[in-house]
C-alpha cells in the first residue's frame, strides 16, 4: 500500500459536478490527482486550479471513453508523467429523459457507450498496473435508477443496471489480486441532471425523500473517498447509494 501523497488518482468526467467534487476530495489529502474530461477545458482548468489549492500535484487530460484508442493515449501520457492511476473512478456518463418508445437507436448506442464502454475500456487498460502491485481501486459511479428503475428513463436505467452488474462480477475477478471494485449509486445530487425539474417538480422530489432535500456532491465525494482508502480493503462487489432514505 502506497501513502497518500504517493497514490495516483483518475477521475473521469471530472470537469464539473461530481466527478469535480471528487476530485477536490482527493486532492485536499495530497493524493495526485488526474481530471479527464472530453470537451469542457476551462471547466477542467478551473478544478485543476482549486485542486493546486491544496499544494499537491495535479494535471489535466482529454479523451473520448468511447475509443480505446483515445484511452490507450491517454495511458500513455499518464505512465510517461508519473500520474499511473492505483485507483480510477469511472464518473463519466450521460443521462437521457424521456420516453422508451421515442429513444433512437443513435441515442441507445451513445447512452451505452459512454455510461458502459467507457467503463469498461478504462478498468481493462487501467488494472493491470494494480495487478502487479497487488493493490487498487476501482470505483463506478452509477446511480440509483440502476438498483430501481425509473420511469421515463428506462435508457439511462438500463445502462447504470449495467454497471452495477460489471461492478460486482469484475469485483470478484480482482479480488485475488487485492483490487477492491465498488459503486456508487447516489440518489437526486445537486447537480446539472436535475437542472430540467421545474419548482414543483423539485418540491415534490424532495417531499419524497426522507431526509427532505437533495443529496450534495461533496457527500457523494466523501463516500467516493472512503472506498478508496486503504482501510476499506474488505468492502468489494458492492453497490452502495447514499440516497437520503430514498427509493430503498
Not at 480510477?88 to 429513444?103: E, K, P, R, T, W
Not at 449495467?162 to 489480486?177: C, D, Y
Request: net charge negative; glycine share 10%.
Amino acid at each position: 500500500m502506497k501513502a497518500l501523497a504517493e497514490t495516483s488518482v483518475l477521475i473521469t468526467g471530472a470537469s464539473r459536478g461530481i466527478g469535480a467534487a471528487i476530485a477536490e476530495r482527493f486532492a485536499s489529502v495530497g493524493m495526485k490527482v488526474v481530471i479527464h474530461y472530453l470537451q469542457s477545458h476551462e471547466s477542467a482548468n478551473e478544478v485543476a486550479r482549486r485542486c493546486l489549492a491544496y499544494g499537491g500535484e495535479v494535471m489535466t487530460i482529454s479523451a473520448d471513453l468511447r475509443s480505446g484508442e483515445q484511452i490507450d493515449r491517454m495511458k500513455t501520457k499518464l505512465d510517461e508523467l508519473g500520474f499511473t492511476p492505483d485507483v480510477v473512478v469511472n464518473n463519466a456518463g450521460v443521462a437521457y429523459y424521456g420516453l422508451v418508445s421515442d429513444v433512437t437507436e443513435e441515442e441507445w448506442d451513445e447512452c451505452m457507450s459512454i455510461n458502459l464502454k467507457g467503463m469498461f475500456l478504462c478498468a481493462q487498460r487501467f488494472m493491470p498496473h494494480m495487478i502487479s502491485q497487488k493493490y487498487g481501486r476501482i470505483i463506478n459511479v452509477s446511480s440509483i435508477w440502476g438498483i430501481t428503475g425509473a420511469s421515463c428513463e428506462v435508457m439511462y436505467s438500463t445502462a447504470k443496471g449495467g454497471v452495477n452488474a460489471f461492478t460486482k462480477a469484475l469485483a470478484k475477478e480482482l479480488a485475488p489480486s487485492g483490487v477492491t471494485v465498488n459503486a456508487v449509486a447516489p440518489g437526486a445530487v445537486e447537480t446539472d441532471m436535475v437542472k430540467h425539474l421545474d419548482k414543483e417538480e423539485r418540491v415534490a422530489l424532495q417531499d419524497d425523500i426522507p431526509l427532505g432535500r437533495l443529496g450534495t456532491p461533496e457527500e457523494v465525494a466523501s463516500l467516493v473517498y472512503f472506498l478508496a482508502l486503504p482501510e476499506s480493503s474488505y468492502i468489494t462487489g458492492q453497490v452502495i447509494s447514499p440516497n437520503g432514505g430514498w427509493q430503498t
